[in-house]
């Protein structure tokens, strides 16, 4: 079993900036990769981006060059940073954990609004 806890959601100006943190506590050992999601109100949970084990990482083109997704190892924690941030970036963002059996775990999500 894998517990996810986001944080760092809130309001903020189009222009402004966030920083999401998901930490993960439980059988973390097993997961093979984390990522963020986000689901905005009458649309379908989509993929933000995810970083993998070894660090890899992948990205929705409508983030490329403004959301980056890090994560400490030693504190079992993932973050999103995310710039530049704009209208449509606003979403309940979910924090997702899959293991290495394709297991996925989410956590409660965290509500991101920007105001134009």
């Known amino acids: 079993q894998v517990q996810l806890v986001e944080s760092g959601g809130g309001l903020v100006q189009a222009g402004g900036s966030l920083r999401l943190s998901c930490a993960a506590s439980?059988?973390?050992?097993?997961?093979?990769?984390m990522a963020w999601y986000r689901q905005a109100p009458g649309k379908q949970r989509e993929l933000v981006a995810l970083?993998?084990?070894?660090?890899?990482?992948n990205y929705v083109d409508s983030v490329k060059g403004r959301f980056a997704i890090s994560r400490d190892n030693a504190k079992n924690t993932v973050y999103l940073q995310m710039n530049s941030l704009k209208f449509e970036d606003t979403a309940v963002y979910f924090c997702n954990a899959q293991e290495l059996t394709g297991y996925n775990y989410w956590g409660q999500g965290t509500q991101v609004t920007v105001s134009s």
């Open positions: 439980g059988s973390s050992a097993s997961i093979r990769r």
């Open positions: 970083i993998t084990r070894s660090g890899l990482t």
